[in-house]
């Protein structure tokens, strides 16, 4: 399925490594939640222990997986990574919890697409650090309990809405990541072009940032076409030396289809589907999904937020409606009201 956020390839997957910043104060926004991080890893530390469970939710690309690997890299701690959808037995996950090192943190990404079976083993070893391992079948059937070593789980759901109660109950630090304001975006931004070489005036940090879509991961793929067009268009030679000007970034971002305020195809297909096919709304997540052809989780979890963060699209029970801002966006004149 189609998510804006996602990589597209593993030479983009190791550029985007190295510009994940490698401690909290480095981790640029989400002010609140760095701070309660560093309270609970101060506290573990003092008391030489892991940290407590850690669950972060929020839209793609926003920090989940920086800040987990952020979590085992200030507690000087080995880290193991792995995703709910790797997870589809609880055999799976006994062999990933029974061969965790003392202290380890345990990264499981997309949390809330783990096997049924494998959640309720999940709960018993976070609380207890212990499992119970089942063998054989029918009526001789027994389980053996496992002792394991101690481990900070840190969890990762776009959907924290889809977590079981008991689950969540059990993390003892709940965080959820907001999208980024411009002005954190040039920071990323700013970040970023130092670690790639490239030089950037202020107005095109703002203009890329303004495109983003609230996203770091987004900001930092679009400085890296950026990049691309200044290395092309002959400015990384030895006279521009890879100094982007403002119109470089229009040229390259008009290119690849990010719009104005950094919407992308998928959300102008479904806007466009709102205001248009279903006349403003209200219309319903599934129907809204086999319009756009997407699958309805992506729109859930990736596409709406955003829309419902700059005030495009609202939730009302009967169903998604949009809004007098996403009908003067697309220029399309609102029903009995006049085109602002
Ligand atoms: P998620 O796990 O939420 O999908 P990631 O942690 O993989 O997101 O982050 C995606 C990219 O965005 C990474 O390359 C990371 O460097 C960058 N990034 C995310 N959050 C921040 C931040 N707060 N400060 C700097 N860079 C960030």
């Known amino acids: 399925s189609f998510d804006p956020a996602l990589p597209q390839d593993e030479v983009e997957l190791a550029v985007e490594g190295a510009l ?24 573990a530390r003092i008391q030489q222990r892991p940290a407590d469970h850690i669950l972060l939710s929020g839209p793609p690309g926003l920090g989940k997986t920086t800040l987990a690997m952020i979590v085992a890299h200030e507690s000087e701690r080995p880290l193991r990574l792995s995703s709910g959808p790797a997870i589809q037995h609880a055999g799976d996950l006994a062999a990933l919890l029974s061969s965790l090192v003392p202290g380890e943190v345990l990264f499981i990404d997309e949390i809330h697409r783990m096997a049924r079976s494998a959640e309720e083993m ?27 070593a101690p481990f900070t789980l840190v969890g990762a759901t776009t959907r924290s809405g ?12 709940t965080a959820h990541l907001e999208y980024y304001d411009p002005s954190e975006l040039e920071e990323v931004i700013a970040r970023s072009a130092v670690v790639l070489g490239i030089g950037l005036p202020p107005v095109a940090r703002a203009e890329i940032a303004r495109r983003s879509r609230g996203t770091p991961r987004i900001a930092n793929r679009l400085l890296r076409r950026v990049r691309d067009y200044v290395i092309v268009h002959g400015g990384a030679g030895p006279g521009r030396g ?28 479904v806007l466009d589907a709102v205001v248009r096919r279903f006349r403003g ?11 756009v052809g997407e699958e309805s ?11 419902v963060r700059i005030g495009f699209l609202g939730r009302t029970p009967r169903g998604r409606i949009a809004t007098a801002e996403a009908y003067a966006h697309l220029r399309v004149p609102e029903p009995g009201g006049a085109l602002r």
């Open 122 to 148: 999940l709960y018993l070893a976070m609380e207890d650090f212990r499992i119970d391992i089942m063998v054989g079948k029918g009526a001789g059937a027994t389980s053996i309990p496992l002792d394991l």
């Open 281 to 291: 709304g209200p219309v319903g997540l599934n129907t809204l999904a086999v319009t």
């Open 20 to 43: 994940r910043p490698a401690s909290l104060a480095e981790f640029v926004g989400q002010h609140k939640v760095r701070g309660q991080l560093q309270l609970l890893l101060d506290a």
């Open 162 to 173: 889809m977590l079981p109660n008991p689950l969540r109950d059990r993390f003892g630090f």
């Open 242 to 269: 890879g100094q982007a000007t403002e119109s470089d970034v229009h040229a390259a971002l008009d290119l690849y289809d990010v719009d104005a305020i950094g919407l992308d195809r998928l959300d102008r297909a």
């Open 297 to 307: 989780e992506t729109i859930e979890s990736v596409v709406e937020p955003y829309l």
